[in-house]
C-alpha cells in the first residue's frame, strides 16, 4: 500500500508498469511523491478529512451520552436481568449490517411515518417540510445507531466491576448524589470511555456504506473517497495515498487515546 | 450526656428478623463495641444508624432529635469500613480531603487540614501515593484519617482490623484507642473479635440474633455474664449443667451433675428448681497436685487427660469423676516447662466459691 502509493496509476487503472532500462544512468525510479502533493494541492481532500473527522467525534460525543445511562442502568440491575439486557444490546448484530442500514432508508424515507410526524409538527408551526434520507442528519442517525453496542458495552465491562462500597462510603463521608457520580463513577470509568470511544471513533471515521446508502452526495466521507479511488477512477496509487492518510490519523488518534487511558495509579 | 440513642429498632429481611427491638444508649466521647458473633445483626444495626438502611420500627436519635429520615450524607457520621473504601482513582491526601471536599471547603484550607491530619497518621511522605501502593496498616490508618478529618460528631467503625494480621492489629488496637482518646470523636466499633472489643472499648453490647444480651463494662461483661450466651461467646468458660436447690440472700446452692452439691454467690431472679449451668472460667480453676495441701472444702480428684499449650498460658484438660470435663489454665510463668502436669496425673482441683457462678437456661 505504501509502495503504491508513491507509484503513477495506469492508462486503464491499476498501476503504471515501472520501467526498468539497464543503459540509463538516471533510471526513473517509477516512484513519485505526486498523489502527496495532489492530496494537498486541493482543499477539498482535506475538507473531506476534517468533515469525517467531524462525525466521527460527533457520532463517539452522542455514544457516549446515549451509552452512559443505559450502561449504568444495566450495571445497577439485579444480575439476573444484566445478561439479558446485554443481549438486547447486542441483538441488532444478529442481522445484516447492510439490512439494518437500508431499514433506516425505510425509517427515514419521505413516506415514512417518522417524516410524516416530523414534518406535520414543522408544517403547524410554518417551517418547511424537511427530507430526512440523504442528509448529513440520517448519515449520523445510522452511525450512532450501529455503533451505539461498541459504546455500551466496553463502558459496562467497567462500570459493572466498580465497588458500590466506594459510593456507600462517599455518601457517609458527605457526597450528594451528583457528587457521587462526578468523583467517584465517573473518574473510574474513564478507562471504559477510552475504549468505547477508540470503538466507535475509528470505525466511524472509515466508514462509507452508511454515507453512501443514507448520505446525499455532498455527504461523503474518507471511506467514499478511498472506495471511489479503488473501484471508480481505478486511481490506485491516490487511493493509497488516502488510506495511509487515514491510517496515520487513526494512528495519532489511537496513540493519543491510549496516552490518555495509560495505566496510571489512578485506574489500577 | 447521651449522643445516640437507639429506641426500640427493628429491622426485617422478608421473614428474617435481623434486628429485633434493640434499645441502646451511647454517651457523648465513648468507646462503644458491638459485639457479637457474624450474622447476629451488629451490621445491619450499624448501616441504620450511618442511615444506609432505615429501620423497620423503632427511632435513632441524634442528641434527642429523631434522624430516620436525614441521609447518610447529611448525617454527621462517618464510617470506616472492613475493605476501608478508599477510592482507588484518588491520590491518599485526595482520599482524607474528600469529606472536606464535598462540604465546600476552599482548596487552600483543605491542603492545611489534610497536610496535619497525614502528620497525625505519619504519613506524611505518602500524600501523593495511590491506595493500592500502601500497606494493609497504611490504608487502614489513612481510613481513619479520611473518617476523622472534619471531626464528625461519631465514627463508626465495622471491623476495620478484621483484614489485618495479628501482630499488626494489636499495634493498630493501640493506636485506635489513642486516637479515639486524641479525637474525643465518639466510636462506635463492630466486631466479632471478642478481644478486640475487651481491650478497646468502654462499654460493650452483646449482640445475638439480633436483640441485645448485655450491654456493660468490659471487666463486667467478662466476670458476671448475664447468661450462658454472653458466658460462652466472651472468653472461655466451664460450664457444668446444675439445678438450683436452695436460695438464700447470699448465696444459691446448686446440684451439679457428677459434682454434688456446689454453693455460688447470690443472683437475681433465681428460684428454686431453676436449671442452668454452673460456670466458672479456667483460670479461676486452681489444680495442684494430688499431694499438697488444699484448704477450701470445694475440691474434686481429676485425671489430666490432655494440655494444650499456647507460650504464655497451658490449658490443662481435666476428669472429674462422672465422666465430667473442666479446663484449667494454668500460666507458664517459669521458663524452660511447657507443662506443670502430665498427661495421666491425678491432680486436685478445686475453685473459690466466688469465682462461680449460675447462669440460668
Redesign the interface.
Known amino acids: 500500500m505504501i509502495l503504491t502509493s508513491f507509484r503513477l496509476p495506469g492508462e486503464f487503472g491499476g498501476l503504471a508498469p515501472i520501467y526498468i532500462l539497464p543503459d540509463k544512468a538516471n533510471a526513473d525510479s517509477g516512484l513519485t511523491i505526486e498523489t502527496y502533493q495532489f492530496f494537498f494541492s486541493d482543499f477539498i481532500y482535506v475538507e473531506v478529512f476534517l468533515k469525517s473527522f467531524a462525525v466521527a467525534i460527533f457520532t463517539t460525543i452522542i455514544c457516549i451520552t446515549l451509552a452512559y445511562p443505559l450502561a449504568l442502568l444495566i450495571a445497577h440491575s439485579p444480575r439476573k436481568f444484566r445478561n439479558l439486557m446485554i443481549m438486547l444490546v447486542v441483538l441488532p448484530f444478529a442481522s445484516n449490517f447492510l439490512i439494518r442500514i437500508y431499514a433506516w432508508m425505510i425509517i427515514l424515507g419521505p413516506e415514512s411515518a417518522l417524516s410524516h410526524i416530523i414534518n406535520s409538527a414543522l408544517a403547524f408551526f410554518d417551517i418547511a417540510p424537511v427530507t430526512l434520507l440523504f442528509s448529513p442528519f440520517a448519515v449520523l442517525i445510522a452511525m450512532i445507531y450501529v455503533h451505539l453496542p461498541f459504546m455500551i458495552l466496553p463502558l459496562y465491562t467497567n462500570l459493572e466491576k466498580h465497588?458500590p462500597?466506594?459510593l456507600?462510603?462517599?455518601?457517609?463521608?458527605?457526597?450528594?448524589a451528583w457528587?457521587r457520580f462526578w468523583?467517584?463513577t465517573w473518574?473510574?470509568s474513564l478507562p471504559g470511555i477510552f475504549s468505547g470511544s477508540a470503538l466507535v471513533f475509528i470505525p466511524v471515521l472509515g466508514m462509507f456504506a452508511i454515507p453512501d446508502i443514507l448520505g446525499g452526495t455532498g455527504d461523503i466521507m474518507i471511506g467514499n473517497l478511498i472506495k471511489d479511488q479503488f473501484l471508480g477512477t481505478r486511481d490506485w496509487p491516490f487511493g493509497s495515498t488516502l488510506s495511509i492518510m487515514l491510517t496515520l490519523a487513526v494512528l495519532s488518534i489511537t496513540g493519543l487515546f491510549s496516552w490518555f487511558a495509560r495505566p496510571t495509579?489512578?485506574?489500577? | 450526656m447521651i449522643l445516640i440513642e437507639i429506641r426500640n429498632v427493628t429491622k426485617r429481611f422478608g421473614d428474617f428478623i435481623a434486628v429485633d427491638n434493640v434499645s441502646i444508649e451511647i454517651q457523648a466521647g465513648e468507646f462503644f463495641t458491638i459485639l457479637g458473633p457474624s450474622g447476629c445483626g451488629k451490621t445491619t444495626l450499624l448501616r441504620m444508624i450511618?442511615?444506609?438502611d432505615a429501620p423497620d420500627s423503632g427511632q435513632i436519635l441524634l442528641e434527642g432529635k429523631d434522624i430516620i429520615d436525614v441521609?447518610?450524607?447529611?448525617r454527621p457520621?462517618?464510617?470506616v469500613?472492613q475493605?476501608y473504601?478508599l477510592?482507588?482513582?484518588?491520590?491518599v491526601a485526595d482520599n482524607i480531603g474528600?469529606?472536606l471536599?464535598?462540604?465546600g471547603k476552599t482548596r487552600h484550607e483543605i491542603m492545611t487540614l489534610v497536610t496535619k491530619a497525614l502528620e497525625e497518621v505519619e504519613l506524611s511522605q505518602f500524600g501523593n501515593?495511590?491506595p493500592?501502593?500502601l500497606s494493609g496498616g497504611q490504608k487502614q490508618r489513612v481510613a481513619f484519617a479520611?473518617?476523622l478529618i472534619?471531626q464528625p460528631r461519631l465514627l463508626l467503625l465495622d471491623e476495620p482490623l478484621g483484614a489485618l494480621d495479628e501482630k499488626l492489629r494489636e499495634n493498630m488496637q493501640r493506636e485506635l484507642i489513642n486516637l479515639q482518646a486524641e479525637a474525643g470523636v465518639t466510636f462506635i466499633y463492630i466486631t466479632h473479635a471478642q478481644n478486640e472489643a475487651l481491650a478497646l472499648s468502654h462499654r460493650i453490647a452483646i449482640m445475638n440474633q439480633g436483640k441485645i444480651e448485655q450491654v456493660d463494662e468490659p471487666a463486667r461483661i467478662y466476670n458476671f455474664p448475664m447468661n450462658r450466651f454472653v458466658a460462652d461467646f466472651i472468653g472461655k468458660i466451664n460450664m457444668l449443667d446444675a439445678s438450683v436447690i436452695e436460695v438464700s440472700s447470699s448465696h444459691l446452692k446448686l446440684r451439679v451433675t457428677g459434682l454434688g452439691e456446689i454453693t455460688v454467690p447470690a443472683k437475681a431472679c433465681i428460684k428454686i428448681n431453676d436449671r442452668g449451668v454452673l460456670a466458672v472460667r479456667p483460670e479461676q480453676i486452681r489444680i495442684a497436685p494430688e499431694a499438697s495441701e488444699m484448704n477450701t472444702g470445694l475440691q474434686f480428684i481429676g485425671k489430666i487427660k490432655g494440655f494444650f499449650y499456647i507460650g504464655d498460658v497451658t490449658t490443662y484438660n481435666v476428669e472429674l469423676p462422672n465422666n465430667t470435663w473442666i479446663e484449667a489454665l494454668l500460666p507458664n510463668s517459669e521458663p524452660g516447662h511447657a507443662k506443670l502436669f502430665e498427661i495421666g496425673d491425678t491432680v486436685v482441683v478445686s475453685w473459690s466459691e466466688q469465682s462461680a457462678q449460675f447462669l440460668p437456661n
Do not use: C, I, W
Open positions: 465497588d462500597l466506594l456507600d462510603a462517599a455518601q457517609d463521608l458527605g457526597a450528594n457528587q468523583y467517584v473518574p473510574q495509579g489512578k485506574f489500577a | 450511618a442511615g444506609f441521609p447518610p450524607e447529611r457520621f462517618h464510617t469500613f475493605s473504601a477510592f482507588p482513582h484518588m491520590t474528600f469529606p471536599k464535598m462540604s501515593r495511590y493500592h501502593e479520611r473518617g472534619n
